[in-house]
């Protein structure tokens, strides 16, 4: 009888000694293996294009003039941070996508991109 492994979730390593406690961590690493069936390499990959698409993000967010523009730039990290469990992140760009000219929402997001991106990071090294 053939016997088949099922994943360990989570598949990556958490940084706890970077100050990420598992109530705080920026990204539920057990939403991402849901995501990911497990599959480490896939998990890499998506966090990777996780990376580009919210750098890009945050630059433009901070840099916009255009409340539209700054809307859909939020809605789109919405959605992406849900898909990979950063429900922190998702929350600030729900709130700029909500009250896009609000300064305040914005300077939390990118802060918030900055620390989600840094924990990825952290799990890729």
């Known amino acids: 009888m053939l016997s088949v492994k099922t994943p360990r979730f989570p598949v990556f390593e958490t940084p706890e000694s970077r100050g990420h406690k598992a109530g705080q961590r920026p990204v539920d690493l057990d939403r991402l293996a849901e995501q990911t069936g497990g599959d480490r390499l896939l998990g890499e990959e998506v966090l ?3 990376l580009r698409q919210a750098k890009q993000i945050s630059l433009a967010v901070g840099s ?3 409340t539209e ?3 859909r730039h939020a809605h789109t990290l919405k959605g992406a941070a849900r898909a990979i ?3 922190p992140l998702a929350a600030r760009a729900d709130a700029v996508e909500n009250d896009p000219d ?3 929402h914005v ?3 990118v802060r918030e991109i900055d620390r989600t991106c840094d924990y990825i990071n952290s799990l890729l090294r």
Do not use: V
Request: aromatic share 6%; proline share 6%.
């Open 107 to 109: 300077t939390a997001l």
């Open 69 to 71: 523009g700054r809307r």
């Open 85 to 87: 469990g950063a429900e």
């Open 102 to 104: 609000q300064p305040r």
């Open 48 to 50: 990777q294009l996780f």
């Open 64 to 66: 916009l003039d255009d």
